[in-house]
Structure formats: C-alpha cells, structure tokens
C-alpha cells in the first residue's frame, strides 16, 4: 500500500498546489507538511480530511488516503438499489421526469448509465441494441457509428468536446477505466477541427442532431451532488440536455407526445 505521504504528495502535484498552498488552506504550516510528506510526522484523522478537502479529493479516494495514514474509511459505498439509497433514487426518478420533454441521463463516474428519461430512450431510439445493453456507456453510445454519431452533424466538434472532457476527468482523478474509455473514444472521433479563430465566443459546444426533416440543437448541463457523504451518491452525475433554439424546444415537445 502507498505511505500517507506519498500519496498526500501525489495529489498536491496533481492539483498543481504548492505546500504553502496547501498548507494555509488546510489550516497548518508548510513545516508540518513537509513533515508529513516525507513520513517523519503521522497526521491526525481530522488533518486527513481537511488536506484532503482543500485538494477537492473525491471521497471514494478520501477513504484510500485514511486507510493509508492508519484510519477506517469515513465515507460509506452504499448500494444504489439499497434501502439507504431510497429517496435519492426517488429523488432523481422525480427531477429526470420533471426535466421532461428534453432529455435527461444519470450517470454514474465512468459515464455508465444509471436511469434515463423517456425524452433520452426517444432520442437514442434506433441505436445498436447492443449499445444499449447494460451497462450503457453514454459516451459511447454518443459517438459509436450505431449509436447517434450518424445524426450528428458537427460530429468532429462535438465527439472532441466528449473525448477532451473524459480525458480530464482521468487526468483530475485517475482511473483505468477512465483512461481506457477516452482512448477509445479517441480512436470514433473523426480528425480534430482546426482551432477556433479570434471571433469564437467559447459558448457551450451544442449537440446538432438530425431530426426528420431539420436539426435539434441541444446543449448540456451537469449536475454534481456536492455535499454527498457517501461514495456512490458523490459520483452520480445528472446529465441534462436543452434546446438551443425554440424550433428544438418545439420539436422535442412533439417528440415526447
């Protein structure tokens, strides 16, 4: 197992924070953390998790860092399906259809899909059935030839800004499967577009679909829960897509009729 240490050290140059940094966020001096980095002090329980909290550490990793420096793990890994998790399920069941009739996913931290809307299955309709065997990775089924990639029509713009968020995010906090998904994302996506010239306002990348006989402009949003306490509800994801234009307001209106 990685020393407390080590691993403190490895977040704090992944975040790309100095020790004075850090150690004026988490309310110590940069003596102490030296100390600690270099194994010659033991922090306290209460000193892992303010460290840990001023890093932005995901809470499933927060517990990797108290078993490291010699304490139980703080946060709980409840099953989704589990009777814990009642009304959060309940809960996202009512907001992704309160989102209705625009699409709306969860997903889970590796892009799998947890619950859909019934706006998202008509959108997704046609698809590869085997796209859409659990476990259905969304960002997948966005840019796989049976998937949507097909109809969408700033393909090379939009499959870019899916590959360049998923690699973040494996960059931000490291995962294999994180890794491995944007790679083969990657390898969908056509070549990259040139860059954007002096007048690109930097606006939300919008999802242009086919539809019929025009387009669905849509653009997305995510929803983190950021005071969760457990592993599981800390690494949901609600991803929600809206019209860009009112023609895909009116046209996913008459989509979900």
């Known amino acids: 197992m990685e020393t407390f240490g080590g691993a403190l050290r490895e977040w704090r140059t992944r975040r790309r924070v100095s020790q004075l940094e850090l150690a004026v966020s988490a309310g110590t001096t940069q003596r102490h953390l030296s100390f600690l980095e270099s194994g010659r002090s033991a922090p ?31 946060y709980a890994r409840s099953p989704l399906d589990g009777p814990e998790l009642a009304p959060v399920r309940a809960a996202l069941e009512h907001v992704l259809r309160g989102h209705l009739p625009y699409p709306a996913v969860v997903v889970d931290r590796h892009g799998d899909l947890v619950s859909g809307n019934a706006a998202f299955r008509a959108l997704t309709r046609g698809a590869d059935p085997a796209l859409l065997t659990p476990p259905v990775s969304v960002p997948r089924l966005l840019l796989h030839p049976g998937g949507l990639a097909p109809r969408i029509v700033n393909l090379d713009e939009w499959a870019w800004h899916i590959v360049d968020r998923v690699r973040a995010e494996a960059v931000r906090n490291p995962d294999e499967r994180l890794r491995t998904l944007a790679t083969e994302l990657a390898a ?70």
């Open 44 to 74: 306290g329980r209460g000193m892992v998790i303010r460290l840990a909290e001023s890093l932005e550490v995901p809470i499933r990793e927060r517990n990797d860092l108290l078993l490291a420096a010699g304490f139980a793990p703080a």
């Open 188 to 257: 969908l996506a056509p070549p990259r577009p040139p860059a954007p010239g002096p007048r690109h306002l930097g606006f939300a990348v919008p999802l242009r679909l086919r539809h019929g006989d025009g387009e669905l402009r849509l653009i997305t949003t995510l929803t983190y829960f950021g005071t969760a306490v457990d592993v599981t509800i800390a690494e949901l994801r609600l991803e929600a897509f809206l019209p860009a234009d009112a023609p895909t307001a009116a046209a996913l209106a008459g989509l979900a009729e």
